[in-house]
């Protein structure tokens, strides 16, 4: 079965924007709520981006902060990551994920080992 389902990956120029979707079923978005996006670059592990509370607080990395919005429509069981001002570094395969909102969660929102349900990514390419 697939909980998590992303969308909105393409091939940019550097300094575009791209927003990516993530329909979640209801059982995963409101019983693991605590919910984040990852990326996967080539040749490199896999990376926190941003997280997102079940109140709507969202939690950034260092490289993306300022340029990354993570949001949630609960009505539609929803995850969003608006990505402006991309970077070729931004490049990677991105994958959001759900995690119970457990205090360890708010410690370490960007970990992905707390998080037990993973979509199947989509691919972000961006240009130089």
């Known amino acids: 079965q697939v909980h998590l389902v992303e969308s909105g990956g393409d091939s940019v120029q550097a300094g575009g924007s791209l927003r990516l979707s993530c329909e979640a079923d209801?059982?995963?978005?409101?019983?693991?709520?605590?919910m984040a996006w990852f990326r996967q670059a080539p040749g490199k592990e896999r990376e926190g981006v941003a997280a997102?509370?079940?109140?709507?607080?969202?939690f950034y990395a260092d490289s993306v902060e300022g340029r990354f919005t993570v949001s949630r429509y609960d009505a539609k069981n929803t995850l969003y990551l608006q990505m402006d001002s991309l970077e070729p570094e931004d490049t990677g395969i991105y994958y959001c994920?759900?995690?119970?909102?457990?205090?360890?969660?708010?410690?370490?929102?960007?970990?992905?080992?707390?998080?037990?349900?993973w979509g199947q990514g989509t691919q972000v390419t961006v240009a130089s």
């Open positions: 209801g059982h995963t978005y409101n019983t693991k709520a605590c």
């Open positions: 997102i509370d079940r109140g709507g607080r969202g």
């Open positions: 994920a759900a995690a119970a909102c457990t205090t360890r969660w708010y410690i370490s929102s960007l970990n992905p080992r707390l998080s037990d349900t």
